[in-house]
């Protein structure tokens, strides 16, 4: 098993520029996730999905936007990129929320630059 | 979800025990405890998951006093290896809310 991909590991956007980081696992998992860590920072939540066709938000939701069309995948999009979206992304997927089920395995992430 | 607070950053020596306390009040009847590490430049591991008393592991230890208000992570001898970010998560496991990360603990384990 790969585990939880994702693509591309690093990138520099212009300012207003868009872009998708993709996301996908290989584990079955229901639950899909995406954070962000800014330096010296904790994650914050940015979307999550608990099954393909819902998506929820989390607690920096603005600036993006997500879509769950299959188990696997679970992209990320950047419509107007702004320099405060300067960040390492990290996606993440668990079986389930509920009991052991809920142990989150994430991917190695993508540092994202806007300039 | 309950509040969690632990310190910011620790220091020990390799071969020593740590032993990080995270403090969790409002702790409810459902929440489970969760630890996660995390090494620079990666994404964040689970490392443990207890509800009360003690729970232990090839990794960690992770003790939780009757009252459930707060849980230490005991790392046992530390190396240079453990080096990372440690965060206490606490949740429930019914319904489908998902844990917060905090800022977690900055432990630096020095030669």
């Known amino acids: 098993n790969a585990g939880v991909t994702q693509t591309p590991k690093f990138r520099i956007l212009k300012i207003g520029q868009s872009m998708t980081l993709q996301c996908t696992q290989d584990?079955?998992?229901?639950?899909m996730y995406w954070y962000r860590q800014d330096p010296g920072m904790g994650l914050k939540l940015i979307y999550y999905?608990?099954?393909?066709?819902?998506?929820d938000k989390g607690e920096v939701p603005n600036g993006y936007n997500v879509s769950r069309s299959t188990t696997e995948d679970f992209p990320l999009r950047l419509e107007l990129a702004a320099p405060s979206q300067t960040s390492v992304y990290f996606c993440?997927?668990?079986?389930?929320?509920?009991?052991?089920?809920?142990?989150?395995?994430f991917g190695p992430g993508t540092r994202l630059t806007v300039l | 979800l309950a509040k969690t607070t632990q310190p910011i950053s620790m220091d020990s020596y390799e071969g020593q025990e740590v032993n990080i306390t995270c403090s969790h009040n409002?702790?409810?009847?459902?929440?489970?405890i969760t630890w996660y590490q995390q090494f620079p430049s990666q994404g964040p591991r689970f490392i443990i998951q207890?509800?009360?008393t003690k729970v232990t592991n090839e990794v960690a230890s992770l003790f939780i006093p009757a009252d459930r208000k707060s849980s230490t992570l005991s790392l046992p001898r530390v190396s240079l290896s453990d080096t990372a970010v440690y965060y206490c998560?606490?949740?429930?496991?019914?319904?489908?809310?998902?844990?917060?990360f905090g800022k977690g603990t900055r432990l630096s384990v020095i030669a």
């Open positions: 584990m079955n998992h229901n639950y």
């Open positions: 993440a997927s668990s079986y389930s929320g509920q009991g052991r089920d809920n142990e989150q395995f």
């Open positions: 207890g509800y009360k």
């Open positions: 409002n702790i409810a009847t459902n929440d489970y």
């Open positions: 999905s608990v099954g393909a066709g819902i998506t």
């Open positions: 998560l606490v949740g429930s496991h019914s319904g489908n809310t998902p844990l917060v």
